[in-house]
Structures are given as C-alpha cells and as structure tokens.
C-alpha cells in the first residue's frame, strides 16, 4: 500500500456482549481521596523502541509536572478489538484508546466508548477543528466520541519528469479517472512507461478498490440499526472493474505484471518504472530515504474523481473507556492536547519539532490532511517555513485538490478480510482478458457478506 500505516483489521466483535460488557466495566481507575484523577492511556511505545519509549515518558513527566492533579499510567498494547471487548467485560479496559480510523464506526454503534462531546469543548482548538476529520467520530445525532490526532488522504503520486517527456503538463495532473486513462494511455505510447500501476494483493488491491469507490459515490458496507451489511456488489465498484480492465488489455497502458504488492509499486515508482500510483504524501519520506526517488520528479495530486467527491482516510484517534468518569474525560483531553494536538497548532511547538525532522533527514513541510481550519494552518506554515526541505509547489495539485473532497474512512467491520476478498476481484481483470466484472464482484459479494456477519458475530 502507498505509504501504508499500521493497520487493525476490525476483526469478530459480538454485539450481543454490549449490555453485559458496558455493565462490567467498573474498574477503572479514578479520582483518588487526595484529589489527583488517574487514567491509563495507550500510545507509549514499545521497549524495543528505547529512545522513542524514553521520549514518550519524558512528555508524560512534562505533563504531570504541568497538570499535577492528573496521574497518567501508560500501557504499550496496540488497540484489538477482540481483546478490547474482554478487557471491557473484565474491567481491565485502558482509560484512554488509541485506536486506527477503521474503528469509531463500530465502536460507536456497540456503545463501547464514551461520550466526548461536553469533554472535548473544553480543548483550546475545538472550535477550529475541521469539520471533515470529525465526521467520522460523530454519531447519527452529532455526539462525539473521538478527537482525531493525526490523518492522512490517498492521492495520487505522478512523475512529473515523465510527464514533461510525454507531453503532458507536469503542473496539470489528471484530476478524474477519465483524465487518468488518457494520460497513461500517452505516457505508456510517447514514452514506453507504464502509465499507470496498481497493488493487487496482500489487501491492497482491495484498499486501493473501496477507496475508487468512494471516488465514485459507493461504499463497500452499509449500516442500519447497528448493524453491517456488505455492499461490495455496486456499480461504482463494477465501474472502476471496469476502468481497470479497459487500461490494462485495450490501452495496455498498466504493463503486464499484475500481481504487484506494496514494495513493487512504491520502489518501480521511484525507479521511474510507474508514471502514476496511489499514494498519499506521507509516501515521499519513503520515495526519499528508503528508495532513493529523484526529488525533482516527484508529484502529489488529488484523488482522481467520478462523481463521489469523496477520498478514503486514515489515521488515529483518542477515544475513552465508557465508563471513564467525568473527571477522566477531562484529563484525557487535557493529554491529548498537550501530546498530540500541541505541535499542530501551537507555532513555537511546530517549530521545534520540524528542527528535530530536518535534523534527523525527515523531510519536512509534506502536506498532510490537517486537523484544524485554514487560518491554524496557515499560521503553522508561515512558522516552519524556513525549515521546509521539500519543494512544495510539487504538491500543490493535492493540497488544493483534496481541500474540496469529503474523508471516507476504511469499512468498519473485518476491513481486512475484506480487501481480501476484493483483491481476487481486481487480480480477475488484470489478468485475465476474459473476466467479466459483473461476475467477479458477484462471487466477491457473496464472500464479503459471509465476512461481515461473522465479523459482528
């Protein structure tokens, strides 16, 4: 996957536990008779990480000091959710979750995290929030349930040298998917390149397909009462099948090797092999430093669009224990603005940390899908400026692109699995000059909806 994050596929939660579960949960920790609150929160890292982990308890200590009425006791588990729902029922449930953007959906819907929405009012920045990146921790009725700390949004990676060669505009990349073909189609015929590259197995064909999706105004689960239904079967999807397939056997703008993978793509693209892939800006560190990408060829664009307006999202957010009491709400706010939040609006505390990236060869001034409104940001990037190592006219087209698109998180239920099941869809007519879409998303829909119900079950 373009830049891939850490990613929790969203495996067999049961529902039926949700009563019991919220009623168990009872021991957490509290405000004590000396007055100080405790909460327990995920996110320190691990101890084979020694200097990230010394960092991490170093801001713990920062923040005590600042806030000596709250207690913070750290705990290295990454979020699961099959566990979580044995923590919920023994008790044992952290105070604080940090969880992936795959997860609020369900959460919330089970009732398994707490209400934040009178807590997080209390943070210096609600107010200038996006409203985009908390969409997707609202409830139907507008409660929130989650503050986001970190996001990003699929685009599209061009190779601007390439490009140039075919004739093409390098400051004018494709914006739809019709665009899209056209241009692979020249590149591939001007220049000899592959036009056009894209992952097909170990989940990714899958990612890369729900987020064309959402492109074109579909979803690949549905959600009524609580509960998830696959919907994989849509024409919007049928519709980027069919795309696929018309680029890869009558543009033959898309190579001939289709059984590609994270590494395949990511490293062809840098080697000049790939003149378009997905990717989301946070790949460039890698395009960098891992596989040696020339930085002057390197283009971010938005996601190319058909009718959704829509981009697929990711990231991380802070949820809360459903029993965490008022007092913990507070304090977890309090974190989460302090470690997270700080260093995205606060000029001084941005400053310091793009010293720290440029210092240790991370670039710096790579847009990502910012947390607040225009004026924070722009109020950030005037400060760090001249720390900035990246040309940033080079990702323009996706700042301004993406500016205008909704953030569509990944399926909420058995996400992975699902891909799975999805990239035998887009491996069919890759490979194949005779698949027909219809077909193979018929028997990918039947697959997907014996994967959702067992992951509710």
Not at 81 to 92: E, I, N, R
Not at 197 to 206: D, F, L, P, R, Y
Not at 217 to 236: C, H, I, L
Not at 363 to 379: R, S
Request: one cysteine or more.
């Amino acid at each position: 996957m373009t830049r891939r994050r850490t990613r929790i596929a969203a495996v067999a939660i049961s529902v039926g536990l949700t009563a019991s579960v919220v009623a168990a949960c009872s021991s957490q920790p509290e405000a004590g008779t000396d007055g100080v609150t405790k909460i327990t929160v995920m996110g320190i890292p691990p101890t084979t990480k020694a200097e990230a982990r010394k960092a991490y308890q170093d801001q713990v200590a920062a923040f005590e000091k600042e806030n000596p009425s709250i207690k913070i006791e750290t705990t290295d588990a990454a979020f699961d959710a099959t566990s979580y729902v044995t923590q919920l029922a023994g008790g044992s449930a952290p105070t604080m979750l940090l969880v992936p953007l795959t997860e609020p959906a369900g959460l919330i819907a089970r009732h398994q995290v707490a209400d934040l929405s009178d807590a997080a009012k209390d943070l210096p920045t609600y107010s200038k929030f996006d409203p985009r990146v908390l969409q997707n921790v609202k409830d139907a009725s507008g409660k929130l349930f989650g503050v986001p700390t970190s996001q990003y949004a699929l685009g599209l990676a061009y190779n601007r040298t390439i490009f140039t060669k075919a004739g093409l505009n390098p400051d004018k990349p494709p914006t739809t998917w019709a665009e899209l073909r056209a241009d692979a189609k020249q590149i591939t015929e001007r220049t000899g390149v592959v036009g056009f590259a894209e992952m097909t197995v170990k989940n990714n064909g899958g990612w890369h397909l729900t987020a064309a999706t959402y492109s074109r105004g579909g979803a690949m689960e549905n959600e009524q009462a609580g509960k998830f239904a696959a919907g994989v079967d849509n024409p919007q999807t049928q519709a980027q099948l069919e795309l696929l397939k018309s680029m890869r056997w009558q543009d033959k703008s898309m190579g001939t090797n289709q059984l590609l993978g994270y590494d395949d793509v990511n490293s062809g693209f840098a080697a000049g092999k790939f003149a378009m892939i997905v990717a989301d800006p946070g790949y460039y560190a890698s395009y960098i430093n891992q596989y040696k990408g020339d930085p002057k060829a390197f283009g971010a664009a938005v996601y190319p669009q058909d009718g959704g307006n829509a981009t697929l999202v990711g990231g991380q957010v802070v949820m809360a224990n459903p029993r965490a009491t008022a007092e913990q709400k507070a304090a977890i706010m309090k974190w989460t603005d302090f470690y997270y939040l700080r260093p995205q609006y606060d000029a001084d505390a941005a400053v310091a940390r793009a010293k720290s990236n440029k210092a240790s060869g991370i670039p710096v001034g790579v847009p990502t899908v910012a947390l607040f409104n225009t004026a924070v940001q722009q109020e950030i990037s005037t400060a760090i400026k001249p720390y900035v190592t990246v040309d940033l006219k080079n990702f323009a087209p996706f700042v301004s692109g993406t500016a205008a698109l909704q953030y569509k998180p990944e399926p909420p239920v058995a996400a992975q699995l699902l891909y799975a099941a999805l990239d035998t869809a887009v491996q069919a007519v890759l490979t194949r000059q005779d698949a027909d879409p219809a077909t193979v998303l018929g028997t990918a829909q039947k697959n997907a909806q014996t994967i959702v119900e067992q992951g509710q079950r």
